[in-house]
């Protein structure tokens, strides 16, 4: 018996506009900015090296250039440090680098999430791969990826991630139709909609940003058109996989319905939310910033 080969690569789009984060986009990658001390795109990189990844496409554009250096070493920096003996940061600093072996890929026109995807297609080639939105973090010790590579190794295809949103919400994703399995977290995608209205929404399961893809995604994205908004919509090519009747085991897709906490940091509510939030669980300055925190609310 062939043993499935283990999950290694993952891609991570970090092209688009932040068109939400103007004008601070207009030369910093939203990506970039930072949660406390460490740009959100790092803790989207740590949690897939949590979960086993060793080789990582990052799918850039233009204005990207920080992004890339923050993955490479800085010798100026190092040597700076190491003359002052400053270990710790010399370790922080060096870190990024060290993460996983990192390549890029170009996205020449932001044409949409499904179109930065087929960007990596001879990068990955037959393989199956993860797919991390760079924008969107999700705590390493919930060990979603691996829950998600399990399952896919159980009923092979693709998985995605879900979590139910209430109503008002709904319109802001891509929306699944699903059939429940033998076990509860999990279920069968039978049909996918990209921002419905509530009226179209076929569930109140939305898609979040991880992705556990077959490479048969590839020959679908090179057929699929502009969807909502104009762009190369990935959901649109998952809901041909889903909406596949042939019962491969290729197109196959499945949903992980996840309760636990994640950070929408690709909007400037969710990017506050998620800075104050993940700010009072540091161990260096939370205590302090939690005690700030009760005296400005109460004296709001
Ligand atoms: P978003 O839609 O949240 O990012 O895509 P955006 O387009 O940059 O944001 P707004 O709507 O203009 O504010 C989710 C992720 O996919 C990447 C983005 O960089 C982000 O991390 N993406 C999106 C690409 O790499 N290429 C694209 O063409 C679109």
Request: aromatic letters at 6%; proline letters at 5%.
């Amino acid at each position: 018996m062939n043993t499935p080969k283990p999950l290694r690569k993952a891609v991570v789009p970090v092209a688009g506009l932040g068109t939400r984060f103007l004008p601070v986009t207009k030369a910093t990658p939203k990506e970039m900015l930072p949660i406390v001390d460490r740009p959100v795109i790092q803790y989207v990189v740590e949690e897939a090296v949590a979960a086993g990844i060793t080789d990582l496409l990052f799918v850039t554009g233009r204005a990207k250039r920080a992004l890339e250096d923050h993955f490479d070493y800085n010798g100026e920096l190092e040597r700076m440090l190491e003359d002052r003996g400053d270990l710790e940061k010399l370790a922080a600093v060096r870190g990024p680098a060290q993460l996983a072996r990192i390549h890029y890929a170009r996205q020449g026109t932001p044409a949409g999430l499904g179109h930065a995807v087929l960007c990596a297609q001879s990068h990955i080639g037959d393989e199956n791969f993860a797919v991390l939105l760079g924008d969107e973090i999700i705590p390493s010790d919930e060990n979603v990826l691996k829950k998600m590579f399990a399952i896919q190794e159980q009923y092979g295809g693709s998985v995605l991630l879900l979590k139910k949103v209430p109503p008002s919400e709904i319109s802001r994703y891509g929306v699944a139709a699903v059939k429940s399995t033998n076990e509860s977290s999990i279920v069968e995608i039978t049909d996918l909609v990209e921002k419905p209205s509530l009226t179209d929404a076929p569930s109140d399961l939305a898609v979040l940003g991880r992705y556990v893809l077959n490479p048969a995604i590839f020959e679908i994205l090179l057929n699929t058109k502009p969807g909502k908004g104009g762009e190369i919509q990935l959901t649109d090519a998952i809901q041909v996989l889903a909406r596949d009747s042939s019962n491969s085991s290729d197109t196959k897709v499945h949903g992980l319905v996840y309760q636990g906490e994640r950070f929408d940091t690709g909007e400037i509510f969710g990017y506050l939310t998620s800075t104050v939030e993940l700010a009072t669980r540091r161990e260096d300055i939370g205590v302090e910033f939690k005690d700030w925190l009760k005296k400005f609310v109460q004296g709001l």
